[in-house]
C-alpha cells in the first residue's frame, strides 16, 4: 500500500510539474506572438520580397517514392514570393517512376554541376536542369534516407541560406519572406523554424492553395489540435528558454556554412530533424565555443504537411517519432544536466527527455496504476473518476488556449461550422485518441530498446496530380 | 485540505477557466469578423474613389470626406498605395496626408515607453511626408532599440532629407554584412542626393570601418564613377569588410579595362579571406581583366567553390581569350575541380557540347 501511495505522489508531481511548465510555456508563448506580431512593420516583407540584398535562398526537398505529390509540392514552391532562390528536389533511389515523372512535368535535361562536396553521400546519378523553370534543378541518386539525400543536395546548393522541406509539403505564398525575416533584423540568427499545419482539407489545384479547411476524419482534427498546441505556443515558449530542440524538418531555415560545419543531418537517424537540432542547439548553445548564434521561431512562416488519417499510418508514424526521440536523446545525453549548454542542458535537455521522451511511458503508468488502485481499494470510484477528469480538462484547458493564440492571429479557422469541429475535436482528444497516442508511443519506446532502429512503412498520399474536384 | 479536495476545486476551477477561454475566442472571432467586415467595406468605399482621384476624375476633398470618417483605416490606405504608386502618383498623395489629421499622433508616439509604438511611428511618418517631422526623427535615430533607428532612417530618407546621411551612418553604425546592407539600401532610398555626403565619408580619415563599409557599398549601387580614386584607397584598408565593399563596388563603377584598378584588386588575389577572392574574381570578370586571366585559372582550383565559380564565370564574362582558356581548362587544368567547373559554366552558357566537339 504505501509503495502505491508513493508512487501516486510521483506521479501526481510529475503532473503539477509537467503542467506548470505547460501553463509557462504558454504563457511565454502568447507573449512571444503577441510581441512578434506588434514588432512587424507596415512595408517589412515588401521590403524583403523586392529588394536585391535579401539573401537568396536554397530550397531543398528531399523525396523517396513521392510520386503522388512530388510535382504539386514544387508548382507550389516555384510560386512562392521571394525574389532569389533555387529548388533542389532529390529522388534519392526512388523506384515509383519520380524521376519520369519530373522529367515529363518539367521538361528536364541533364547537366553539369559540381558543388562544394563538403559533405560524403552515395553516389549521384544525374543531375537535371529545366529550361522552363531555370531555378529548378533535379539529382538523382542512390537510396540512403532522407539525411543523406539532403546532404547531397547541399553539395550542389549555391545560397547562404538552406530551406529543407518535405516532398508532401506545401508552403504559403509568403512563408519564405517571413523566415528570411529574422536573417535580416539579427545577424546572430542561426536557424528559423516555422508552423507545420496539417495539409488535408485544404483545396489545392496545381500545386497551389486556393481554400483552407480543417481534415474530414476525427483523426486527423484531433492532430490538428494538437499541431496547434504544439506550435502555437509550446515551441514558441520553448524557444524563448533557448530549449527548442526539435525542429521540424517539415519546415527550417538555416545559414548553409553553419549546416555544412555540423556535417548536416545524421543519415542513420530515425528522425533526422530531431537529431540535428538537438546537434545545433548543442553547438549554438555550447559556452566554450562562445557563440552569439541562435535559433528563432516565426510564427507566421506557414507550411502544411499531409498527416496520417488511418490509425494504422498514425500508429507507425508516432511509433518513428518516439524511436527517433529516444535516439536522438541518447545520442546527445552529454547535454542532460551539462551547465556547459546553459538553459539548453539544465532544462530543455531534461524538459525533453522527462516529458517528452518518458511521457508516454509515465501516463500508461499512471492509468494502470489509477486500475490497481480501484482494485486494491486504495481509492474509490469517485476518487478515480476525480483524477480522470482532471487529467481531461487540463488537456482540454491547454487546447482552448492554443485555439485561442490561433483564433487571435491570422492562422484563425476559416469559417464558423470549421471553428465548431475544432472545439470539438478539443472535448473528444481525451476520450480515446490520446490513449491510443499513448500507447503507440509506449510500444516504440520498446521496440527502441529491442534495437529497432527502421524508418517504418511510408504513408499513403492523397494524389495532389488530380485536382481537389476529382477527389 | 486534503489531496482530493486540492484536486476537486483544481478541477472546478479549471472547468471554469476553459469555459471563460471559450467564450473568449468566441467573442474574438465575433469582433474580429465585424471589425474584418467594416474594414472591407471601407475599403470598398475609399478605394475607387482614391483610384478616381488619382486619375484626375475627382477632387481631393471627396476622397478626404471619406477617409476622414476612418482617419487609421484612411493613413493605412494611403501608406499601401504608397508603395505601389511611382514618384509621380506618391505625389498626388501628398496633399490627402498632410490635409489629413495624421502627424500628431505619430509624434506622439516617438515619445511612448513601448518601443512597437515608436517603431510604428517612426515608420508612419515617412509616409505622412510631413518635413515637420525631421527633428523628431533626427531624434529618433538615436533611439535604444535598432530597429526604431532603422525605422527612423527609413523615414527620414523618404522624407529625402540629403543632411540625414551623416547621422544614419553614426546612429546605424552597426557590424555585420546583413545590417550594413539594409542601411546601404535606405541610403539608396534618397538616390543621387546622397552622393555628396557619401563622397565626403569615402574620403575621410574620422569615419567608421562600418561606416566606410556602407559608404563603400552605396557608391557600388549608385555607380559613383567619382568614387574610385577612394574606393581604391580603401582596397588597402585594414578591415576584411572594407576591403569587400571596396572591392565589389570597384567592380560596378570603375571603366571597363581600368588597368589601374583591375592591378590594385588583382593584388588581393591570395587574400587570407575566401570572401575577398571571391569578390576579387567577380570585379576582374566585370573590368574584361584579359591581363589577369592567369590569376583566374588559379582561382578555378581554389579550396572554396564560390571563389572556383566566380572566377569561371569571370573568364566567361571577358569574353573569347577567357572562353578559350575556360574551354583548354575542361581537358588540361591540373585540378579535377577546375576541370568541372570549367565545365559547369561552359554548359551553362550552351558552349560545352562545341568544345567537346573540338576536342575530339
Known amino acids: 500500500m504505501t509503495i502505491i501511495r508513493i508512487l501516486l505522489w510521483v506521479i501526481l508531481c510529475y503532473y503539477i510539474a509537467l503542467h506548470a511548465i505547460y501553463l509557462l510555456l504558454l504563457l511565454l508563448g502568447a507573449l512571444q506572438v503577441r510581441r512578434y506580431q506588434r514588432a512587424i512593420t507596415f512595408a517589412e516583407f515588401k521590403t524583403i520580397a523586392e529588394s536585391h540584398l535579401t539573401m537568396p535562398v536554397t530550397l531543398v526537398i528531399p523525396c523517396y517514392n513521392e510520386a503522388m505529390v512530388i510535382c504539386a509540392t514544387i508548382r507550389n514552391i516555384l510560386r512562392i514570393n521571394y525574389p532569389q532562390y533555387e529548388v533542389i528536389v532529390v529522388s534519392d533511389g526512388s523506384t515509383d517512376g519520380t524521376i519520369d515523372l519530373l522529367s515529363k512535368s518539367f521538361n528536364l535535361r541533364p547537366i553539369e554541376r559540381f558543388g562544394s562536396r563538403q559533405i560524403t553521400t552515395r553516389e549521384i546519378l544525374g543531375i537535371y536542369d529545366s529550361p522552363d523553370f531555370p531555378n529548378l534543378v533535379v539529382m538523382e541518386k542512390v537510396n540512403g534516407r532522407r539525411a543523406d539525400a539532403i546532404n547531397a543536395a547541399v553539395s550542389i546548393a549555391k545560397y547562404p541560406l538552406l530551406c529543407v522541406i518535405d516532398a508532401d509539403c506545401l508552403l504559403e505564398k509568403d512563408a519564405l519572406l517571413h523566415m528570411a525575416r529574422p536573417f535580416l533584423r539579427d545577424s546572430h540568427v542561426a536557424a528559423v523554424a516555422g508552423v507545420v499545419r496539417p495539409s488535408n482539407g485544404l483545396g489545392v489545384v496545381d500545386g497551389e492553395i486556393i481554400s483552407k479547411g480543417f481534415p474530414r476524419s476525427l483523426l486527423g482534427m484531433n492532430q490538428e489540435i494538437e499541431y496547434a498546441r504544439s506550435f502555437q505556443w509550446a515551441r514558441i515558449g520553448l524557444s524563448r528558454l533557448r530549449s527548442m530542440l526539435c525542429i521540424s524538418g517539415a519546415l527550417i531555415l538555416i545559414k548553409k556554412q553553419l549546416f555544412e560545419k555540423l556535417g548536416g543531418p545524421w543519415p542513420d537517424a530515425i528522425t533526422d530533424d530531431i537529431e540535428f537540432t538537438m546537434r545545433l542547439n548543442r553547438h549554438l548553445h555550447d559556452k566554450r565555443l562562445k557563440g552569439h548564434e541562435k535559433l528563432v521561431y516565426a510564427p507566421d512562416a506557414v507550411c502544411y504537411t499531409e498527416i496520417p488519417e488511418k490509425l494504422r499510418q498514425y500508429a507507425s508514424q508516432r511509433n518513428r517519432w518516439q524511436r527517433g526521440t529516444m535516439q536522438a536523446i541518447i545520442r546527445n545525453r552529454g547535454m542532460l544536466f551539462n551547465p556547459r549548454y546553459g538553459m539548453t542542458g539544465l532544462f530543455g535537455m531534461p524538459f525533453f527527455l522527462i516529458f517528452e521522451g518518458l511521457a508516454a511511458i509515465v501516463e500508461i503508468s499512471a492509468w494502470i496504476l489509477m486500475v490497481v488502485c480501484l482494485i486494491l481499494g486504495v481509492a474509490s470510484g469517485f476518487e478515480i473518476l476525480l483524477m480522470i477528469y482532471l487529467a481531461y480538462i487540463l488537456g482540454v484547458f491547454l487546447s482552448m488556449a492554443a485555439v485561442l493564440i490561433t483564433e487571435s492571429g491570422r492562422l484563425r479557422s476559416a469559417s464558423w461550422p470549421e471553428f465548431w469541429r475544432l472545439i470539438l475535436a478539443i472535448f473528444t482528444d481525451n476520450l480515446g485518441f490520446h490513449q491510443f497516442h499513448l500507447v503507440t508511443r509506449v510500444v516504440g519506446t520498446i521496440e527502441y530498446l529491442f534495437g529497432r532502429r527502421d524508418l517504418g512503412s511510408a504513408m499513403d498520399r492523397i494524389d495532389q496530380n488530380k485536382s481537389i474536384y476529382d477527389q | ?360
Request: hydrophobic share 45%.
Open chain 2, 1 to 360: 485540505m486534503n489531496l482530493l479536495s486540492i484536486i476537486l476545486w483544481t478541477s472546478v476551477a479549471l472547468t471554469l477557466l476553459s469555459v471563460f477561454i471559450l467564450i473568449m475566442t468566441i467573442l474574438l472571432r465575433v469582433f474580429t469578423d465585424r471589425r474584418l467586415a467594416q474594414d472591407a467595406d471601407f475599403m470598398n468605399r475609399v478605394r475607387p474613389e482614391l483610384r478616381a482621384y488619382l486619375l484626375g476624375k475627382t477632387s481631393g476633398e471627396a476622397v478626404m470626406a471619406i477617409l476622414r470618417k476612418e482617419p487609421h483605416g484612411g493613413l493605412r490606405l494611403l501608406m499601401e498605395e504608397s508603395e505601389s504608386l511611382d514618384a509621380g502618383g506618391r505625389e498626388m498623395l501628398e496633399p490627402l496626408l498632410k490635409a489629413l489629421p495624421y502627424g500628431k499622433e505619430e509624434l506622439s508616439h516617438l515619445q511612448s515607453r513601448h518601443w512597437e509604438k515608436r517603431l510604428r511611428g517612426a515608420e508612419a511618418l515617412g509616409y505622412i511626408g510631413d518635413e515637420r517631422a525631421v527633428p523628431a526623427l533626427m531624434k529618433a535615430l538615436q533611439d535604444d532599440v535598432l530597429v526604431v533607428r532603422f525605422a527612423a532612417a527609413e523615414s527620414l530618407a523618404r522624407l529625402g532629407h540629403q543632411d540625414a546621411v551623416d547621422p544614419i551612418l553614426q546612429s546605424l553604425d552597426v557590424a555585420g554584412d546583413v545590417s550594413q546592407r539594409r542601411v546601404a539600401e535606405i541610403i539608396m532610398i534618397l538616390g543621387a542626393r546622397s552622393t555628396e555626403p557619401i563622397l565626403s565619408i569615402l574620403q575621410s580619415s574620422v569615419a567608421s570601418e562600418n561606416s566606410l563599409g556602407i559608404a563603400a557599398r552605396v557608391a557600388g549601387l549608385l555607380k559613383l564613377h567619382r568614387a574610385c580614386p577612394a574606393l581604391k584607397k580603401l582596397l588597402l584598408h585594414q578591415s576584411q569588410n572594407v576591403r569587400l565593399s571596396a572591392i565589389r563596388s570597384l567592380g560596378s563603377v570603375a571603366t571597363h579595362g581600368d588597368m589601374e584598378v583591375i592591378k590594385a584588386i588583382s593584388s588581393l588575389g591570395d587574400d587570407s579571406s575566401w570572401e575577398v577572392r571571391c569578390n576579387v574574381m567577380s570585379a576582374l570578370g566585370k573590368l574584361g581583366a584579359k591581363q589577369e586571366i592567369p590569376l583566374l585559372l588559379k582561382g578555378l582550383s581554389d579550396p572554396q567553390w564560390w571563389v572556383r565559380h566566380n572566377a569561371a564565370e569571370a573568364l566567361y564574362e571577358i569574353g573569347e581569350p577567357g572562353i578559350l582558356a575556360l574551354r583548354k581548362s575542361v581537358a588540361e587544368h591540373v585540378d579535377e575541380y577546375g576541370r568541372d567547373i570549367s565545365r559547369q559554366i561552359l554548359q551553362q552558357h550552351g558552349l560545352l557540347q562545341k568544345t567537346m566537339e573540338a576536342q575530339s
